[in-house]
């Protein structure tokens, strides 16, 4: 077993950590889908068909497949990360004291699967077991009302938790609806036998930043998107922590629209090769970027903003960053962004995981020499997130 580490963007792809979306998704309703951060209801057979495919894209070119829940429930088997989980389920400010101890109570007898499925999929006001003792709160609420709420979006394993080098940090997740994502990676990370002695880097309670913002684009060279999710200082902190224990020599600060469109840097970039991205046309000349380096006695140097491509490819130390765009034509640009196009996983240098309806973009990039792995995800696409925002590296091969 391959000791975890990942130092760039396209380094052949080992190991990766995805989730098959469950039960989780069959709460989303029209009434909750914004505030829980999809666009539409998925129909969840057939996103887990799609996720299937997905993960045997990924195995067969020969990348082990890590499962959420599986790695969830292994963690759980120990006492202390029950203990944890069990915590991390209960508000006690939302239940009052009286439900949330009888909730404590019952969750603590349970076994690890069946509390990995209520971090996940949250319980409802009904599905809450009868317990003693009268609880205002039990008898005000509606049945369908969430007393643990579910997490759909952790379908996207990339926001969530990021190795930079042989580190991981867990992220700090912008969104109520997601917060609670992190106990749960803060538990494998902590107790799945495979990451006990995992080194972190950051903290969870830092600054918000989320790792479909964070870009290895090449070894010690992190680009940061600062926009809708992760705060300047977010990316301020990481760098510093990043700096402090040696993972990179520079960090890229590169500002983004504060839209859904474009909540993440990885909706309008990722990188396809060694030294080649697929960018949305419109981000391609106006994007910019501030760049950090360790200066002395722990202070910080920034510099800029200059032009992103210009301040990426001297980072990197190539003359140049060779840019594939989804397509000139406006509308099908600005359509295919929305649809993921520009959120392709790298299984190595030139092969990429692409969504199959982002037909303009796909072409542009085999013409290119890129080879496109297509995948459906009209179901999993509902949710705003392409191949690279589902998927979470553990290990990658260096890059010759
Ligand atoms: N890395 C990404 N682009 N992730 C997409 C996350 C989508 C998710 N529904 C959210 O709003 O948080």
Redesign the pocket.
Known sequence: MRQPRVDSEVGPLRTVLLHRPGNELKRLTPRNNDQ????SIPWVDRAQQEHDAFAEVLRGRGVEVLLLVEMLRAALEDDRAHAAGVHAAVDELRLGQTLADSLRSHLSGVDATTLAEVLTCGVTFEELPAGEGASLVRKMHRPHDFAVDPL??L??T??SSVWIGDRVAISS?A?P??RRETVLLDLIYAYHPRFRHAARAYGAHSAPV????VMLLAPGVLAIGVGE?TTAAGAESLARSVFADDLVHTVLAVPIEQE?AT?????VCTMVDRDAVVMYPLARDSLVAFTMRPGHDGSLDVSGPEPFLHAAAEAMGIEKLRVIDTGLDPVTAEREQWD?GN?TLALAPGVVVGYERNGETNARLEEAGIEVLAIAGSELGS????P???SCPVVRDPIE
Not at 36 to 39: A, C, I, R, T
Not at 210 to 213: A, F, H
Not at 263 to 267: K, P, Q, V
Not at 383 to 386: K, L, W, Y
């Open positions: 829980l951060l999809f666009d759909p979006n379908l996207f990339r926001d997740l969104m609806a997601r989320e790792g479909g913002d999710r859904r909540m993440h840097l990885d909706t993921d959120n949710g705003r997130g392409g690279r925002c589902m």
